[in-house]
């Protein structure tokens, strides 16, 4: 009940209007990876849901030939379907989607599109489209003027999502966006960012003021530093080439680290209207100073210690000598009430010794007096995999001594929520885009406070080629100095074997 009750303030709060029935969903881009692996995947969860508007249809469009069965085959070579319930449903998914082939920088493409969605949407008074941009960001801006030129409906209206990478500096960043702002308006434009959809960066504007008791601690009077990594177990793996166009800092730290930061350091908004959410991230943003070099640490992986995984210089498509970050931690500031003197630790790395990406909130020490050298709390949200919020707290180890032990207040999603599905990024993005809610896309004057924090840095590492990142072994935890890094900043981490999460092991003692 009180789940239904906050969608429903949700709804009539941010005064978003839902694409009405009959309406077209184009996904650009058609015959890539992103839109087999990602977009046609999540639109098969919206229609398993019943959440596409009634009568849709989904057309592709991309450079590829293809025929109708080649098109449905390659589309749905990523759909699960382990029933025969789900292959029916997709069935009837596929028999509502279609293929138009053409050029992207070309009318007659668009032309032929245009002829094509007016034959599916009939006699409709009002025509309803909705552009999602699968594409390379060299084809945005061509594409996005075509389709407002040639597809743009002459009654009713269109939504174009556009997938990141939004420019590799503020300069370019902000080409982008005169291109895009005399053609597409800014209500129009819906930049997707994939963590912004997932279910933990979702809920931490619930966790955060939905319960008195974050609020109280949630500053610099308590707070030591907060922690945002990203790890990955695997490296490029032949797709170096195009992993060294941008480096780990622009693929996901100035991204989708940054918008986990906004979230965590914003302040309380009006409402959950999307430009209320919105202006406050943009308020943490602007308190930011940009990136001082001597809070950054970068490396690039190299060969395992047993020999067995190669090192990022190995990838044949990784241009010789390159010094692209494969990992990287920056340490930034919030420079307001809240949070002055409290530093924020963005972690990314390729390689590395897991897969995780969590927040770690690090409280400071108790009073000391009664404890010596006892631990600090820390609040953890696993945003992935195996999502999950525990508290790390000081209690007594059962027994009868007053020794402490380490546990933990533990939210793991799927125990607790063993019947509920947590849905992708993707769908949820979608289904936001669908409905009109800005709330998860990023706003332009949000892009460009984010580009002028981190631009400086990277024209700096770009510009000075002595600058080489350090070396560390594929599978570790990333260069070997990084803890002292971490501890220069007043990180304490627990000494190796002080704390097993989930279960904390009592050797017999009393």
């Known amino acids: 009940m009180a789940d239904t009750i906050i969608t429903a303030a949700k709804a009539s709060e941010t005064g978003a209007v839902p694409l009405p029935p009959d309406s077209i969903i184009v996904v650009l881009g058609a015959s890539g990876d992103l839109a087999k692996k990602k977009t046609y995947p999540a639109l098969f969860g919206l229609y398993r849901y019943g959440l596409l508007p009634k009568n849709v ?9 293809m025929d109708d069965a080649d098109y449905k085959k390659r589309i749905s070579s990523y759909i699960k379907t382990p029933t025969e319930t789900t292959e029916t449903q997709l069935t009837e998914f ?25 034959e599916l949407e009939g006699d409709v008074e009002e025509r309803h489209r909705l552009f999602y941009m ?22 009713g209206g269109a939504r174009i999502i556009i997938e990141k990478p939004f420019g590799h500096d503020l300069a370019s960043s902000r080409e982008l966006q005169t291109a895009l702002q005399p053609i597409w308006t800014e209500d129009e434009i819906f930049r997707i960012d994939h963590y912004l959809g997932k279910e933990m960066v979702k809920n931490i504007l619930i966790l955060r003021f939905g319960n008195e008791f974050f609020g109280a601690a949630w500053n610099k009077n308590h707070v030591s530093s907060v922690q945002i990594t990203f790890k990955e177990p695997f490296g490029t793996e032949g797709r170096g080439g195009y992993f060294d166009q941008f480096g780990i800092i622009r693929d996901v730290m100035q991204n989708h680290l940054l918008q986990v930061l906004t979230m965590i350091a914003m302040e309380r908004p009006v409402s959950f209207s999307a430009e209320d959410i919105r202006d406050e991230k943009v308020r943490v943003l602007r308190a930011m100073p940009i990136i001082d070099p001597k809070n950054v640490v970068i490396g690039q992986y190299d060969k395992s210690l047993d020999g067995t995984k190669p090192g990022y210089q ?3 498509t990784v241009p010789k000598g390159s010094r692209c970050p494969t990992f990287a931690a920056i340490v930034m500031h919030i420079k307001n009430d809240r949070w002055d003197g409290v530093p924020f630790i963005l972690k990314a790395g390729k390689a590395l010794d897991g897969a995780k990406v969590e927040v770690r ?13 006892i631990p600090r709390n820390e609040l953890v949200l696993r945003i992935q995999p195996d999502e999950s919020v525990y508290l790390k ?11 402490t032990s380490v546990t933990e207040l533990d939210l793991t999603y799927k125990r607790r929520f063993s019947d509920l599905k947590i849905p992708e990024a993707y769908e949820a993005l979608i289904l936001d885009a669908i409905n009109g809610d800005h709330s998860n896309f990023v706003r332009d004057d949000e892009l460009d406070a984010s580009w002028k924090i981190f631009t400086p840095l990277l024209h700096y590492l770009d510009e000075n080629t002595d600058i080489v990142p350090a070396r560390y072994p594929y599978g570790s935890r990333g260069p070997a100095f990084l803890d002292d890094f971490l501890a220069s900043y007043g990180y304490a981490r627990e000494q190796e074997g002080m704390y097993q999460w989930p279960t904390t092991k009592v050797n017999g003692n009393l």
């Open 57 to 65: 249809k989904i057309v592709g469009y991309a450079r590829t030939k």
């Open 94 to 118: 596929l028999a509502m989607t279609s293929y138009v082939s053409g050029q992207y920088d070309q009318d007659d493409g668009f032309i032929a599109l245009t002829k094509h969605m007016e």
């Open 134 to 155: 699968a594409l390379p960001p060299n084809v945005f801006t061509p594409v996005a003027q075509h389709l407002k030129k040639n597809c743009y409906p002459k009654s």
């Open 314 to 316: 190995d990838d044949d």
């Open 361 to 373: 909130v690090q409280f400071k020490d108790v009073t000391s007096g009664i404890f010596k050298d």
């Open 393 to 403: 707290m000081n209690t007594k180890l059962p027994g009868l001594t007053m020794k």
